[in-house]
């Protein structure tokens, strides 16, 4: 028997486990195999899906969040199955997809039960992996032990990391419980992500926040998703793809240069790639937001359609940059990338606007500094110095590899190597991990862990296509892409 093991049970690890059960099914492969699947919070959905919260929405629409590698409106359709309530809601609640997880899973050992593969899902960390004869030995712990033929290490994102060192910095995360302060008291809020979206809609309703400032270095939101996604003209994808195709070595500042060339050509909108911080020097806030809102409810073409249409083609130049030009990219371009390219959704964008327009909320660019003492905090930005009584951290996820015990033994042991853009290093073709010696294994990354090789691996339309590579390129399944 063939041994394979899941680290996770996020997202990425029960899409994975449902997905090779598929595949198994409707190919019919006779070689008896064993999945086992491990997370040490008993499969609540991860960071990304644990919120009970109603007004924790998911950002991207139903359509773009099928499981299914076979079917692209299998989340779709589970709705309209399950929930119909939601049908009609193009940003429902997060939980509901982890509903749709814990459905999958259900999907997963129903079709193991009449397959030739032994699957369990298992409540507890490993904490370690040693190489072993056949393959790898794991132990929980708990002190169990396994031995595995293969390994997908589908760890999940981990809390953001302040990029301020400073004491007393509250980390947030939508899927834990806000601590007990006084929502009458200056708040501040810092980064301009989706993540700090979230924490200033539950600031707001489920605390009761007046006083709070979103502090950034552009002082700027993120865009809004448009109404309709409309795809952006064919010329505008192909001729972007073909210069990447046509190059063995990307330039960052080259390719953000012929993505604003392709926009001048075929967008009719203003909006480019550029040094965000530098943008938003000049900028009020409200404005660029009410700008944008009025874009995503009236614009015939949006931003967000095009970047979206060409993200392949951004993985596709990443894997082709050096390490010099990846970190240029993530420099100077990448927050303008995420702005625009990761929208947040209407619903939101209204709830942001009506805290401005009631002076709960305001938003601070040019943050340079921050300082503690007794009573609070003191940041020091462009124009003003801000004082809050309390501080949350609500920068992006941090994607290096999580300060555990297991990410340290497999660093230390030369089992993987850490990825300075995140995770462990990878082929971003088999997602196969490298050694130390940079020889590759039967151990894999998926989701996060393979941030560093492929740049985009945080949405489901990305982690359903990095499942395809482990499972149909991978001769241990002995299987072929079903049509189904």
């Not at 505008?236 to 012929?258: K, M, P, S």
């Not at 951004?314 to 030009?325: G, P």
Request: glycine content about 6%; aromatic content about 10%; overall charge neutral.
């Amino acid at each position: 028997m063939y041994k394979f093991g899941v680290i996770g049970g996020g997202a990425a690890g029960i899409s994975f486990a449902y997905n090779f059960i598929k595949n198994k099914s409707v190919n019919h492969c006779k070689r008896p195999l064993s999945l086992k699947v491990f997370d040490k919070q008993g499969f609540k959905g991860g960071m990304a899906y644990s919120s009970d919260f109603d007004s924790h929405i998911l950002n991207m629409t139903p359509e773009n969040m099928s499981a299914d590698i076979f079917d692209d409106a299998h989340f779709v359709d589970w709705i309209a199955m399950h929930f119909p309530q939601f049908c009609q809601d193009r940003y429902p609640p997060r939980w509901l997809y982890r509903e749709y997880l814990d459905f999958i899973r259900d999907m997963a050992i129903y079709m193991a039960a009449d397959s030739n593969v032994t699957l369990n899902f298992v409540t507890a960390e490993v904490n370690a992996i040693a190489t072993h004869e056949a393959g790898y030995r794991l132990t929980t712990a708990c002190g169990g032990a396994e031995q595995m033929n293969a390994l997908v290490l589908c760890s999940g994102h981990n809390p953001p990391e302040c990029l301020y060192p400073v004491d007393g910095v509250i980390p947030y995360q939508a899927n834990q419980d806000l601590p007990a302060i006084n929502p009458y008291s200056a708040i501040g809020v810092i980064g301009c992500s989706l993540t700090a979206i979230d924490a200033i809609v539950e600031l707001t309703e489920r605390m009761g926040a007046t006083d709070i400032c979103a502090l950034s270095r552009s002082g700027l939101f993120p865009s809004v998703q448009p109404a309709l996604m409309r795809p952006p003209p064919a010329a505008f994808v192909e001729g972007l793809r073909r210069f990447v195709a046509g190059n063995d070595f990307i330039d960052a500042h080259q390719l953000v240069h012929a993505i604003n060339a392709a926009l001048a050509r075929h967008y009719p909108g203003p909006e480019r790639l550029t040094v965000l911080s530098a943008l938003g020097e000049g900028r009020d806030c409200y404005r660029d937001l009410a700008e944008s809102l009025d874009r995503a409810r009236f614009a015939r073409e949006h931003i967000c359609s095009y970047l979206a249409a060409i993200h392949p083609t951004v993985c596709a130049a990443w894997v082709k940059m050096d390490a010099n030009n990846r970190q240029v990219f993530m420099r100077f371009y990448n927050s303008s990338w995420m702005r625009n390219r990761h929208a947040m959704p209407l619903k939101n964008a209204n709830k942001i606007v009506a805290a401005l327009e009631s002076q709960r909320l305001r938003a601070c660019g040019g943050l340079v500094d921050i300082g503690k003492d007794k009573d609070g905090f003191t940041l020091r930005c462009q124009d003003e110095r801000v004082r809050v009584q309390y501080l949350f951290n609500c920068t992006t996820p941090s994607y290096q590899l999580p300060p555990n015990r297991l990410s340290h033994q497999l660093l230390q042991d030369g089992l993987v190597q850490e990825n300075l853009f995140g995770g462990v290093k990878c082929n971003p073709h088999t997602l196969k991990i490298a050694d130390q010696r940079g020889h590759e294994q039967h151990l894999y990354s998926l989701g996060a862990p393979a941030k560093g090789d492929l740049f985009y691996t945080s949405a489901m339309e990305s982690i359903t296509r990095d499942i395809s590579k482990i499972v149909f390129n991978n001769p241990i399944f002995n299987a072929k892409k079903a049509e189904v």
